[in-house]
């Protein structure tokens, strides 16, 4: 039987890149699947490809109120809510003397407080569900091995990454008595369109190929990450495989922190 059959989830950031392949994925293990992303065209046509496993809606995970509206698509359309996979996300690279004060908000309201947003907006569902569930809902978070490690000029994505982390490890905690399970994957550098973020502006395609090739000699198994790895992480982590891992921050990364 497929690992996530009968099982209802929604993916924030689903549209694109490590959210898209885990839609996908999902799909092809029996899930259905609400695509949530702000980018209506290519997450309606991912949705559609899917036929009836996927239904997609415009969620800005940061607005309460769409937070909401995405468990009620998953609980009245596909029944329950099983799966959250708090995906979406936004980077940032540059020198903290040149950070404003809009960027700083913007990079932490994206990738931490709508991590709590969704997550509140879910949780009912989730308990709801895990009640029927021998391996318990799940909840998974994208952070990054920013969330467990740090580099230079990604400070406001660092610190909002292990604030991320942080909110797992906690909410965990808070929701074990209540059969639902709480975990992390943190990617290392990965191929989409996220990634010619974690650059400079202005850099040249040189520039950028010399970048890869320093980031690639730094992981051991020497490949950046596909989007297909993280998202079968993240469907182990969903999966009743994973029945009794609650509170990890697992890094998906090639070897980088075994080290």
Same mark, same amino acid.
């Given at each position: 039987?497929?690992?996530?059959?009968?099982?209802?989830a929604?993916?924030?950031?689903?549209?694109s890149?490590?959210?898209?392949?885990?839609?996908?994925?999902?799909?092809?293990?029996?899930?259905?699947?609400?695509?949530?992303?702000? #980018?209506?065209?290519?997450?309606?046509?991912?949705a559609?490809?899917?036929?009836?496993?996927?239904?997609?809606?415009?969620?800005?995970?940061?607005?309460?109120?769409?937070?909401?509206?995405?468990?009620?698509?998953?609980?009245?359309?596909?029944?329950?809510?099983?799966?959250?996979?708090?995906?979406?996300?936004t980077?940032?690279?540059?020198?903290?003397?040149?950070?404003?004060? #809009?960027?700083?908000?913007?990079?932490?309201?994206?990738?931490? %407080?709508g991590?709590?947003?969704?997550?509140?907006?879910?949780l009912?569902?989730?308990?709801?569900?895990?009640?029927?569930?021998?391996?318990?809902?799940?909840?998974? %978070?994208? /952070? /990054?091995?920013?969330?467990? /490690?740090?580099?230079?000029?990604?400070?406001?994505?660092?610190?909002?990454?292990?604030?991320?982390?942080?909110?797992?490890?906690?909410?965990?905690?808070?929701?074990?008595?209540?059969?639902?399970?709480?975990?992390?994957?943190?990617?290392?550098?990965?191929?989409?369109?996220?990634?010619?973020?974690?650059?400079?502006?202005?850099?040249?395609?040189?520039?950028v190929?010399?970048?890869?090739?320093?980031?690639?000699?730094?992981?051991?198994?020497?490949r950046i990450?596909?989007p297909?790895?993280?998202?079968?992480?993240?469907?182990?982590?969903?999966?009743?495989?994973a029945?009794?891992?609650?509170?990890?921050?697992?890094?998906?990364d090639?070897?980088?922190?075994?080290?």
């Amino acid at each position: 039987m497929a690992r996530l059959q009968g099982r209802v989830a929604i993916i924030t950031g689903g549209a694109s890149g490590i959210g898209a392949a885990a839609v996908r994925r999902f799909v092809k293990e029996g899930a259905k699947v609400v695509v949530a992303d702000i #980018a209506d065209a290519q997450g309606t046509a991912l949705a559609t490809a899917c036929g009836n496993d996927a239904a997609f809606i415009h969620c800005d995970h940061t607005q309460a109120a769409q937070c909401e509206a995405a468990v009620q698509l998953a609980t009245t359309h596909f029944g329950k809510l099983d799966i959250l996979f708090v995906n979406a996300g936004t980077a940032y690279f540059g020198a903290l003397g040149r950070l404003t004060d #809009a960027e700083m908000e913007r990079v932490i309201e994206i990738n931490l %407080y709508g991590a709590f947003r969704i997550s509140r907006a879910a949780l009912p569902a989730l308990k709801a569900a895990a009640a029927t569930l021998t391996g318990g809902a799940s909840v998974i %978070y994208t /952070s /990054s091995l920013q969330g467990i /490690s740090a580099r230079p000029n990604l400070t406001p994505y660092t610190a909002a990454k292990h604030g991320v982390v942080g909110l797992m490890r906690s909410l965990a905690l808070e929701v074990a008595a209540d059969n639902v399970r709480v975990n992390a994957i943190c990617p290392v550098a990965t191929e989409t369109p996220m990634l010619s973020q974690f650059m400079p502006a202005g850099v040249t395609p040189e520039q950028v190929d010399a970048v890869r090739k320093r980031v690639i000699e730094q992981i051991p198994l020497k490949r950046i990450g596909a989007p297909e790895d993280m998202a079968n992480a993240a469907l182990f982590l969903a999966s009743d495989e994973a029945a009794m891992i609650t509170g990890v921050a697992l890094p998906v990364d090639g070897g980088m922190t075994t080290g």
